[in-house]
């Protein structure tokens, strides 16, 4: 990349580091407040962008991407997405262009359940207490191996349309139009999960080390590690890249008559170190990537014949390399500098995949966010927020995991902690945020 990038007359060098997905948030963090002068790097809103961009630890680039990058700031004027990208009037983030929609996808291991004679059919899994039935037989027919690693919350919230703000364990409901923001603890659900997350964890339907466990969950399920996931419809249609060509899936969408909102711009955002001390290459590198294709394969590909060959127009994994085996094609974090129009289709990626991808957020069970575009600036409540912060790590993963012993009692304790922490100063303001933005819209 670097040699031909100064060929077009860009002299710049790449030094590039990949953080493991479980530590990103806590380490971009750590960097940010140490001043690291890095100058790109990958984000997302469910990583650390809403806290980097909160904290100010990223750039603004109102005048510098349009001079720099012309060609990209084009596009993002015509898809009108830099909004949701900018706080008080500064762009501080780079988002993607794709559409998608990440509601969850209850997963399983088909060989696995023919082998052990259980009996679930395909799309037959669409509530929590069909999701527990499945993970009984499961843990019955496979005692020894690692079963499931999410707690029941991710999937009451999909049956009750609670929609998180990505925001402290705030948020609202879909059908309320009245985008009342409220704390997650104090809702008649979480009390729900809590109780039955400590039933999965003493049934075994959770792992033991799910709270703890910072494997990559993805690598563990291609490796056959793992019998049961939640995945998206990307991924229960993306060719899995299992290590073993025996291995094979079925899924059921959960809760499908439940609406959901689209992922946003900011599910995968490229930004801008704020201490960078070259701002002007890395936009002149990303409008090169929005308008020349052989970068593009440089960049998501690689070098043909190395680390990836056509046949015809698709990429695949030159002889004797696959996901599991990779030297660079598929390397995570390429999301933020997806182009649709040089996107090839790949072995995990067939022809056309994309355009499916956008027609599924596009039914009427799938909806864009009401509250796209919206950012919370924190800095008016940053202590209780802090304490907020605090208290979520310390208290609310034991109860989300199921490892209390008394779940009722320790969700009474924890809603209690959390008002004591500034939550009624932390709701007004984000209220006031909220309904500023939404009258903002009309």
């Known amino acids: 990349?670097?040699?031909?990038?100064?060929?077009?007359?860009?002299?710049?060098?790449?030094?590039?580091?990949?953080?493991?997905?479980?530590?990103?948030?806590?380490?971009?963090?750590?960097?940010?407040?140490?001043?690291d002068n890095w100058d790109l790097n990958f984000d997302g809103d469910w990583l650390s962008y809403n806290q980097m961009a909160a904290k100010g630890s990223y750039m603004a680039l109102n005048d510098l991407l349009p001079q720099y990058a012309p060609n990209l700031y084009k596009k993002y004027e015509e898809q009108g997405t830099l909004s949701a990208a900018t706080i008080d009037g500064n762009i501080v983030g780079l988002p993607w262009t794709m559409k998608m929609n990440q509601r969850q996808f209850v997963?399983?291991?088909?060989?696995?359940?023919?082998?052990?004679?259980?009996?679930?059919?395909?799309?037959?899994?669409?509530?929590?207490?069909?999701?527990?039935?499945?993970?009984?037989?499961?843990?019955?027919?496979?005692?020894?191996?690692?079963?499931?690693?999410?707690?029941?919350?991710?999937?009451?919230?999909?049956?009750?349309?609670?929609?998180?703000?990505?925001q402290h364990g705030l948020g609202y409901y879909l059908s309320d139009p009245s985008m009342k923001i409220q704390p997650i603890e104090q809702q008649p659900f979480y009390r729900e999960a809590a109780v039955k997350a400590r039933q999965w964890y003493d049934e075994?339907?959770?792992?033991?080390?799910?709270?703890?466990?910072?494997?990559?969950?993805?690598?563990?399920?291609?490796?056959?590690?793992?019998?049961?996931?939640?995945?998206?419809?990307?991924?229960?249609?993306?060719?899995?890249?299992?290590?073993?060509?025996?291995?094979?899936?079925?899924?059921?969408?959960?809760?499908?008559?439940?609406?959901?909102?689209n992922r946003t711009p900011l599910a995968n955002v490229a930004a801008?170190?704020?201490?960078?001390?070259?701002?002007?290459?890395?936009?002149?590198?990303?409008?090169?990537?929005?308008?020349?294709?052989?970068?593009?394969?440089?960049?998501?590909?690689?070098?043909?014949g190395k680390t990836y060959k056509l046949d015809g127009d698709t990429a695949v994994y030159p002889d004797g390399m696959s996901t599991t085996t990779s030297n660079y094609m598929e390397w995570g974090g390429q999301w933020a500098f997806w182009k649709p129009q040089f996107m090839r289709p790949t072995s995990t990626y067939p022809k056309d995949f994309w355009l499916h991808e956008a027609e599924f957020a596009s039914?009427?069970?799938?909806?864009?966010?009401?509250?796209?575009?919206?950012?919370?600036?924190?800095?008016?409540?940053?202590?209780?927020?802090?304490?907020?912060d605090q208290a979520i790590?310390?208290?609310?993963?034991?109860?989300?995991?199921?490892?209390?012993?008394?779940?009722?009692?320790?969700?009474?304790?924890?809603?209690?902690k959390q008002k004591k922490n500034g939550l009624d100063k932390i709701l007004a303001e984000t209220q006031k945020q909220v309904d500023a933005f939404l009258a903002a819209k009309k």
């Open 363 to 388: 039914e009427p069970i799938n909806v864009n966010s009401p509250l796209d575009g919206l950012f919370v600036s924190e800095e008016p409540m940053k202590n209780e927020l802090a304490k907020r």
């Open 107 to 166: 997963t399983w291991r088909s060989d696995l359940t023919e082998k052990a004679g259980i009996n679930v059919a395909k799309d037959s899994v669409k509530t929590i207490e069909d999701t527990e039935n499945l993970l009984r037989e499961l843990r019955k027919a496979y005692p020894n191996m690692k079963l499931n690693r999410t707690g029941p919350l991710t999937l009451i919230k999909i049956r009750e349309e609670w929609i998180d703000l990505n």
């Open 1 to 35: 990349m670097s040699d031909y990038v100064k060929d077009k007359g860009l002299n710049v060098k790449f030094d590039i580091n990949f953080i493991p997905f479980n530590d990103f948030k806590d380490k971009m963090l750590v960097m940010a407040a140490s001043g």
């Open 393 to 416: 790590e310390e208290f609310n993963k034991p109860i989300e995991f199921g490892t209390v012993k008394d779940p009722e009692k320790a969700v009474d304790d924890y809603i209690e």
């Open 272 to 304: 801008i170190n704020r201490n960078s001390k070259h701002p002007d290459r890395v936009l002149r590198f990303l409008d090169m990537i929005e308008t020349d294709r052989t970068l593009y394969d440089l960049v998501q590909y690689g070098i043909e």
């Open 204 to 261: 075994k339907l959770i792992n033991r080390d799910a709270m703890i466990d910072k494997t990559d969950g993805a690598a563990e399920w291609r490796n056959g590690k793992a019998v049961f996931t939640l995945t998206s419809h990307e991924w229960v249609n993306a060719d899995p890249g299992f290590s073993d060509p025996s291995f094979k899936l079925d899924s059921s969408l959960i809760y499908p008559d439940k609406k959901q909102v």
